[in-house]
């Protein structure tokens, strides 16, 4: 069993960063061997997928993340980071981790509000 618990969000004005940390924690916590990803929910839209990094650290963005994002690990704190730059209101939401592949019995912690106004 893993659990996954983020931090790092906020209220940010637009063109503002923020950095997001996921820890992972629990009998199955290493996540060395496991893409992990970032994925996030706005209020009335369906949860997604915005970056993913693989074992070998190889990363994958969704189009609004794509130039502004960037996806972190670190294996030995079985952590993973999401750094968040040139936020606009339209990446206001609740972010979560989770390692892939996501099925119907993934694990998933509270998430971290991100709420970017002026």
């Known amino acids: 069993q893993v659990q996954f618990v983020e931090s790092g969000g906020g209220l940010v004005q637009p063109g503002g960063s923020l950095r997001l940390s996921c820890a992972a924690s629990?009998?199955?916590?290493?996540?060395?061997?496991?893409?992990m990803a970032w994925y996030r929910r706005a209020p009335g839209k369906q949860r997604e997928l915005v970056a993913h990094?693989?074992?070998?650290?190889?990363?994958w963005y969704g189009t609004s993340a794509k130039g502004r994002f960037t996806i972190s690990r670190d294996n030995a704190k079985n952590a993973v980071y999401l750094q968040m730059t040139n936020l606009k209101p339209e990446d206001t939401a609740l972010y979560l981790c989770?390692?892939?592949?996501?099925?119907?019995?993934?694990?998933w912690g509270q998430g971290t509000q991100v709420t970017v106004s002026s």
């Open positions: 990094i693989s074992p070998h650290e190889s990363t």
């Open positions: 629990g009998s199955a916590s290493n996540i060395s061997m496991y893409s």
């Open positions: 989770t390692q892939l592949p996501v099925t119907s019995s993934t694990s």
